[in-house]
């Protein structure tokens, strides 16, 4: 039997697009809340195989989703090169900042990084015997730019300012921290995959904000690295990009990257990327995840309309982006009722 998120990321055209949604293991879900206060906060849940594995398996036995993605955290990487993190409750990550030579140098290299993140190995290992022989396991990381974002600011920003500061000031050393984060990921997601991953996802969810040339230099360059790095280690290995919020730039990005699938953010529509991505391949996409909070008809109807604009070439369906803590569970139910309503 070959999967159907499988056959799609081969080019396949299939009648009822395979389907799953990003952050779909997340506070929308009554059980993932009762096992995140299980765990006692969220980095002590990523670091519990037991329980990381339990939170990605709630979304697939409640609805039966195509594919399971790993439980974990993008930033989980700079911490396993020897940044600082930790969750401020109600504010997000905070970490350590890296924005000079001499902060660089103090962390890790591309080897020191399993130690910290063999649970998240064990977690893929955990999934990889555990979920129906139907459903297909992603693994993922954060891509190099949107990982950096984090790493210079010490937290999120609403335009990735300080990444960009840097980049205009010292170019050298940010260009040194996407080469360190570069390798880095390389070697997360060749471990992710001996552990047991079938395909890779990438999040550039700040590729938006690069433009120009900082798009091809610091977006495109490192998924290519990258992608081309995993496929000669893994041979044949699917791997889906997200490029969030490139737009024009969507055209041709799998292409220049080696990816077998771009997912697509709601800032474009479904008939724009039918027509200018996906002949380059299988998209992923783009429902808007505000539907999934206020439901209704125009739930339904949006939903079809995104399903009937990919039905041309290969599709799996997905939000643009992650689902909102806000989101009704009935409405997800309703959602894909009308993906796969023949």
């Known amino acids: 039997m ?6 799609a990321l081969a080019g396949e055209t299939q009648a009822v697009p395979p389907i799953w949604m990003m952050r779909q ?11 995140r206060a299980e765990a006692g906060d969220f980095l002590s849940l990523c670091y519990a195989p037991d329980l990381a594995a339990e939170v990605t398996l709630q979304p697939i036995r409640r609805y039966g989703f195509d594919a399971a993605i790993l439980f974990a955290d993008i930033l989980l990487l700079p911490q396993a090169l ?3 993190l930790w969750f401020e409750t109600g504010e997000g990550p905070r970490l350590s900042t890296i924005t000079t030579p001499a902060e660089l140098a103090k962390l890790g290299g591309k080897d020191d ?23 297909t396991l992603i693994g993922f990381a954060g891509a190099p730019w949107t990982v950096a974002t984090y790493m210079i ?29 570069s390798e880095a990921t390389i070697e997360y997601l060749s471990a992710q995959v001996a552990a047991g991953a079938e395909v890779i996802k990438l999040f550039d969810s700040w590729a938006g904000s690069l433009k120009g040339q900082d798009f091809t230099d610091f977006a495109l360059e490192p998924a290519h690295r990258i992608i081309a790095a995993l496929k000669e280690r893994h041979p044949g290995l ?34 724009w990327a039918a027509e200018h991505v996906q002949k380059d391949g299988c998209v992923q996409g783009n429902l808007d995840p505000s539907l999934l909070v206020s439901g209704g008809e125009r739930l339904i109807e949006e939903t079809r309309r995104v399903v009937r604009a990919f039905s041309g070439g290969p599709h799996i369906f997905n939000l643009g982006h992650g689902i909102t803590p806000d989101a009704d ?3 997800v139910a309703r959602m894909i009722e009308a993906v796969r309503a023949r």
């Open 329 to 331: 569970p009935e409405n």
């Open 113 to 135: 990084i399993h130690d910290r993140l063999a649970p998240v190995y064990e977690t893929v290992r955990i999934l990889a015997r555990e979920l129906p022989r139907e459903t």
């Open 82 to 84: 020897g940044a600082e």
């Open 238 to 271: 699917p791997i889906i990009a997200f490029p969030r919020e490139a737009g024009e730039r969507y055209i041709g990005f799998a292409r220049a990257t080696g990816a077998d699938c771009v997912a697509i953010d709601n800032s474009v529509s479904a008939e």
């Open 153 to 181: 600011a010490g937290r999120g920003t609403p335009d990735q300012g300080p990444a960009h500061a840097l980049k205009a000031a010292d170019r050298a050393t940010f260009a040194a921290l996407i080469d360190l984060l």
């Open 25 to 35: 293991a997340g506070r929308y879900l009554p059980e993932y809340r009762a096992t």
């Open 2 to 7: 070959t999967k159907t998120i499988l056959k």
